[in-house]
């Protein structure tokens, strides 16, 4: 059984699951997503190797192993790709990923005989059947990674949205207060976003779909549309990146202490 706060969404057909968290020690807090419609699965960025058996586990408990379709793969990163091997050899899901990272992702040591069913997703995005629902592949690139997709859900209205979002350090599962929780999200969007420039560009595109909830790759989900608008109305002022960054390029003059 799944706990309340961890149903993200649920209609009978359509699911959306947190799944636990079994992440811990010196590892970033992850949260591991599964959309199911009609008895079919897509996991999203299910991170690595010390979470891989219990999540497996998890699905299997769910929907069955063999219900998994699709791995959604959102960029390159080692807490979204590292296990990618694993879920191949174990299920029978294609994994999609951007197009920029396919020869790339192989250096985590994915098998010959798995390799073929990473897909990858051009830039432009698409949209993937699963179950009788259709999921957006949505473009996000430099959100953090220069190839980044996030997914639309437009059953559950749910945007997950990989590192943009993403929060540190906080101890709830849901924003309560949008102010207060611009503390846990603050430093990472300034150092992780390149700049303010793509994050309009995002804002622009993004503020077309219908959305009730945004659901990061770490930390608190985001639920209501006047949360969600606080948070687009937030990135579009916010500097970052390349905004911020102009004089930390110096010579370095203290010497490294191991
Ligand atoms: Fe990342």
């Known amino acids: 059984m799944v706990p309340e706060e961890?149903?993200?969404?649920?209609?009978?057909?359509?699911?959306?699951?947190?799944?636990?968290?079994?992440?811990?020690?010196?590892?970033?807090?992850?949260?591991?997503?599964?959309?199911?419609?009609?008895?079919?699965g897509m996991i999203l960025d299910p991170g690595g190797h010390k979470v891989f058996k219990h999540?497996?586990?998890?699905?299997?408990?769910l929907i069955g192993v063999d219900n998994l379709r699709y791995i959604f793969l959102s960029h390159q990163d080692p807490d979204i790709v590292a296990a990618i091997?694993?879920?191949?050899?174990?299920?029978?899901?294609?994994?999609?990923?951007?197009?920029?990272?396919?020869?790339?992702?192989?250096?985590?040591?994915?098998?010959?005989l798995v390799v073929n069913r990473i897909k990858g997703i051009g830039d432009e995005g698409t949209i993937v059947k699963l179950g009788r629902s259709e999921l957006y592949i949505i473009p996000a690139h430099f959100m953090h990674a220069p190839g980044n997709f996030q997914v639309y859900d437009p059953v559950s209205k749910t945007l997950y949205s990989g590192d943009l979002g993403a929060s540190l350090g906080q101890d709830y599962?849901?924003?309560?207060?949008f102010d207060e929780h611009v503390q846990y999200m603050e430093?990472?969007?300034k150092r992780y976003i390149p700049s303010?420039?793509?994050?309009?560009?995002?804002?622009?595109?993004?503020?077309?779909?219908?959305?009730?909830?945004?659901?990061?790759?770490?930390?608190?989900?985001?639920?209501?549309?006047?949360?969600?608008?606080?948070?687009?109305?937030?990135?579009?002022?916010?500097?970052?990146?390349?905004?911020?960054?102009?004089?930390?390029?110096?010579?370095?003059?203290s010497y490294f202490e191991g």
């Open 55 to 61: 999540l497996l586990a998890e699905i299997g408990g």
């Open 196 to 253: 303010n420039k793509i994050l309009r560009a995002w804002v622009k595109m993004i503020r077309q779909l219908d959305i009730e909830t945004i659901a990061p790759q770490h930390g608190a989900i985001m639920k209501g549309r006047d949360i969600v608008n606080r948070f687009f109305d937030w990135l579009e002022d916010l500097p970052c990146g390349i905004d911020l960054m102009e004089n930390i390029y110096r010579i370095p003059s």
């Open 173 to 177: 599962v849901y924003v309560e207060n």
């Open 187 to 189: 430093g990472f969007h």
């Open 6 to 40: 961890r149903k993200v969404f649920d209609n009978g057909s359509h699911q959306n699951i947190l799944l636990e968290d079994f992440g811990h020690g010196e590892m970033v807090q992850a949260n591991v997503h599964l959309i199911v419609d009609s008895g079919e």
């Open 85 to 112: 091997n694993g879920w191949l050899m174990t299920t029978k899901a294609t994994a999609i990923a951007p197009v920029l990272w396919i020869r790339f992702i192989p250096h985590f040591g994915v098998d010959r």
